[in-house]
């Protein structure tokens, strides 16, 4: 069975425990590997994100919270350099620092074979990324489109003047290397386009977001593709 595969059937053995958790021991016999090896895979769960819990003493042992489980995680070595290569050209990119934790967490559960490949392949890609926006007026701007909740932004264009505006947030796009808030401004009551490099400070309001929509932004580019990757439709 490879690591992979173990981990996740690892994650459902300690589900199927339930409250009253596994042993180790158990754990290590069922899968036919050591204990150290089977509190190793443990560990690499938890880094993962899996709530694992530990109860010491007799009658102890490892479960995980009931209601969740971990999906296998099977990639290529190309394909973990792929996300790795992704994450690293694009520190600007909304939610970056999320995505990059989010890599780490699968490369702690590949397969030693799989990681030591991917390892080797990822010395052969450089990146010299541009600095990035201020990491608070990212986690600004992430935390109000995600909450869908009113921003408040100093903001100076490229004329030069500088306002302080509210702004419902409604999409990031990216063109031409450059990353852009669109939102419902509520100074011009108007849909505008915020470079994110040229937001000079960023606070998330208690105010929710009115309902302004991805249709009122207007058409995208032909070429223009949402992440999710499933077409040119928003």
Avoid at 210 to 224: L, M, N, R, Y
């Amino acid at each position: 069975m490879k690591r992979a595969e173990r981990l996740h059937a690892l994650s459902e053995a300690l589900r199927r425990g339930g409250s009253r958790g596994t042993s180790a021991e158990r754990l290590a016999r069922d899968f036919e590997v050591s204990v150290r090896t089977v509190k190793r895979d443990l560990q690499a769960l938890e880094r993962s994100g899996a709530p694992i819990w530990s109860r010491p003493g007799p009658g102890g042992g490892y479960g995980l919270a009931l209601g969740t489980t971990l999906p296998p995680v099977s990639l290529s070595p190309v394909q973990a350099v792929a996300l790795m290569a992704a994450a690293a050209a694009a520190p600007d990119a909304p939610y970056a620092d999320l995505a990059t934790a989010g890599v780490a967490k699968i490369l702690d559960v590949l397969d030693p074979r799989t990681r030591a490949r991917a390892d080797a392949l990822a010395d052969r890609i450089w990146v010299d990324a541009p600095p990035t926006t201020s990491r608070v007026v990212r986690s600004a701007l992430e935390e109000a489109m995600a909450d869908q909740r009113v921003m408040r932004i100093r903001y100076t264009s490229g004329t030069g003047s500088t306002t302080t505006r509210d702004v419902e947030p409604v999409l990031f796009a990216s063109t031409n290397g450059q990353w852009y808030l669109v939102g419902w401004c509520r100074m011009r009551d108007a849909m505008r386009w915020f470079t994110v490099s040229r937001v000079e400070r960023a606070s998330v309001t208690s105010v929710s977001c009115s309902g302004h929509t991805v249709a009122e932004v207007g058409e995208p580019p032909a070429h223009a593709n949402p992440v999710h990757g499933r077409g040119n439709q928003y």
